[in-house]
């Protein structure tokens, strides 16, 4: 079975690569290469054009993303033929780079486990690195060295690549986009919809959420159990969560609602402020010298007010600058939870920099 299927999508991209052989088609959009529209009889084509009408459905998103790049391109054709703002154009063009996230989070993956389609995931999903890494490396080093934009060998490349970038929207239409929604499920498509809404739009406004978006699940409304602490957005056991913060290269110090502290984490390292499990289940204001003790006092009662969210103080200890952060924790509904204090000493910064 699969076989079959890996040999459908290999005659699909073949007569891709045949049609983009052929220059007296066209893609409309300024590429040498013209292309004219892939046919299928498996209902693909139909099934994707009913799906992409539907207003915030991901394919809908998609389809419109891909418009816009098609629109970022075109300017960036026309920047190269007059020499205009060339580096904005391009840069503005990179934002492809969003939309080529957005597919290799939510669909290669999905395409290549459960339908058993790997071309898209081991080709087209390098294709869409290549690309997004040539284009940043023109404008960075354009950027460097001025002198470049008339250089042959620049322009070559440029044009090269938003040729690529060209073909990959040809290619997304006509076989990517198609074969995902021949195959997905409706609720395959919800749950797409439900991540979707965290990535930054590509080149439009942002959307909507689709209605028919699986929802996001709440911390109240799962169950927990002694084996398992279960989250809204995984699950893991009390030993993994323990190791797990006490690996973070940070000191977390959290205090509740109530201003009493309930946890610190407790890795091998020695740390920079000692914290004694006696401080635990007590206010945190008991934890400091009187004279600090207006100023935590201050934070915390802008915290519960909604009037900061974060404070960041820089100190000095064993011979390294130290950033220390207090953030307010707050819920999906913005109430206040309580405080977080995060204590991270800055040496392995400052030797990286000082290279």
């Excluded at 084509?45 to 389809?63: R, T």
Aim: hydrophobic content about 35%.
């Amino acid at each position: 079975m699969e076989k079959r299927i890996d040999k459908k999508l290999d005659n699909a991209e073949k007569a891709v690569a045949e049609t983009l052989k052929n220059e007296s088609y066209g893609m409309g959009i300024g590429s040498k290469v013209k292309a004219a529209p892939l046919k299928r009889q498996d209902g693909a084509d139909e099934q994707y054009h009913i799906l992409k009408q539907i207003e915030n459905h991901p394919l809908s998103i998609f389809a419109l993303e891909n418009e816009a790049i098609s629109e970022a391109l075109k300017e960036l054709r026309s920047a190269m033929e007059n020499r205009e703002n060339l580096i904005p154009t391009l840069d503005k063009a990179r934002e492809l780079a969003i939309h080529y996230a957005e597919k290799g989070d939510l669909l290669y993956p999905l395409l290549k486990l459960k339908y058993h389609f790997v071309g898209p995931s081991d080709v087209m999903w390098s294709v869409d690195d290549e690309i997004r890494d040539e284009m940043k490396t023109l404008s960075n080093s354009a950027k460097d060295f001025p002198s470049l934009l008339d250089d042959n060998d620049w322009n070559d490349r440029l044009d090269a690549v938003v040729t690529r970038a060209e073909e990959m929207i040809y290619k997304e239409e006509n076989i990517l986009l198609p074969l995902c929604a021949k195959n997905f499920s409706e609720e395959e498509w919800q749950d797409i919809a439900r991540d979707f809404d965290d990535y930054k739009p590509c080149l439009i406004e942002k959307r909507p959420l689709w209605e028919k978006a699986t929802p996001k699940k709440n911390i109240k409304d799962l169950v927990q159990t002694d084996e398992e602490i279960n989250l809204p957005s995984g699950h893991l056991t009390p030993y993994q969560l323990d190791a797990m913060l006490n690996t973070i290269p940070i000191e977390l110090t959290f205090v509740d609602e109530n201003d009493i502290n309930r946890y610190f984490n407790d890795g091998d390292d020695m740390k920079l402020f000692k914290r004694p499990l006696t401080a635990l289940d007590r206010e945190v204001y008991t934890c400091h010298p009187p004279k600090f003790d207006p100023m935590v006092r201050s934070i915390i009662a802008d915290f519960k007010a909604g009037t900061r969210d974060c404070i960041e103080i820089w100190s000095n200890r064993d011979n390294q600058a130290v950033l220390i952060r207090y953030m307010a924790v707050r819920d999906k509904n913005h109430n206040y939870v309580g405080t977080l204090e995060c204590v991270q000493p800055m040496g392995f910064a400052e030797k990286h920099f000082s290279k």
